[in-house]
């Protein structure tokens, strides 16, 4: 079986993870760094975000208390800083590189005061507490998961959700086939794999958007808000 479907170039799990860790340890703990040189576009990125979550927090479809919210794939804590903290009491960040997080600490200024937790491990490996989070969001990191661990990480996330709350995935999609990126060891899927991932981890699409205003080189971006 394919470690990701779709994606024969992927054969080893091993050096998927590995390839992927040596390339995050060399770039710099900057917007930039976090963007792929792109920092330019963080603005217009967390003004699509917060319009697409503010529909769960307020009006006819509110569901997420503003209590609690996640941080996957973290950084140094840009979605956190710039999304998250202004509207959760508390934010967790979770990321694979310590360099990002002991960044975070600074880059978060004031507000790191009600970071809650900073988990250092891969989404692979991230074992949460059950119903403790409102808002799980997850965002340009999936694609550095294997299919098996995409599923047990959402498995993850799903009992780890409370009441009403939701995981939001935001990452690029590919048109036609999976593509592998050999220098960040990543792959960007395609909406058929990605339906086939929340399927077996037993998620339902709630929501989707695509994001606008990117430049036009980038892939499609779309977030999406999973329930179980
Ligand atoms: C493109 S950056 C996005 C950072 C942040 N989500 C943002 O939007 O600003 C990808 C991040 O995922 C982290 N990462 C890569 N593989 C990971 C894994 N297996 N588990 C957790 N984080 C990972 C990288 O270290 C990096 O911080």
């Known amino acids: 079986m394919e470690l990701i479907s779709g994606c024969s170039k992927v054969t080893s799990e091993e050096e998927f993870y590995c390839k992927a860790d040596e390339y995050w340890k060399n770039i710099p703990s900057t917007l930039n760094g976090m963007l792929g040189g792109y920092g330019h576009i963080s603005q ?10 503010k529909r769960f927090l307020e009006g006819p479809g509110a569901r997420v208390k503003p209590n609690r919210a996640l941080d996957c794939g973290a950084g140094i804590g840009r979605v956190a800083k710039h999304l998250l903290l202004p509207i959760f009491k508390t934010v967790d960040l979770a990321e694979l590189n310590s360099n990002f997080l002991e960044q975070a600490r600074t880059y978060l200024g004031d507000a790191s005061s009600r970071v809650g937790n900073y988990y250092c491990c891969g989404l692979q490996d991230l074992k949460l507490k059950e119903k403790s989070y409102d808002l799980i969001w997850v965002q340009w990191v999936t694609g550095h998961l294997t299919d098996a661990h995409f599923v047990t990480f959402l498995n993850e996330c799903k009992s780890a959700l409370r009441k009403g709350g939701l995981i939001i995935i935001k990452d690029n999609v590919a048109i036609l086939e999976v593509e ?12 058929e794999e990605l339906r086939h991932i929340y399927n077996t981890a037993n998620m339902k699409i709630l ?15 779309y977030m999406t808000a999973l329930e179980s």
């Open 180 to 191: 592998l990126d050999s220098d960040d060891s990543s792959v960007t899927r395609n909406p």
């Open 44 to 53: 217009i990125d967390i003004r699509g975000s917060y319009t697409f979550l």
């Open 207 to 221: 929501f989707e958007q695509k994001q606008t205003h990117f430049p036009p080189e980038l892939y499609n971006v």
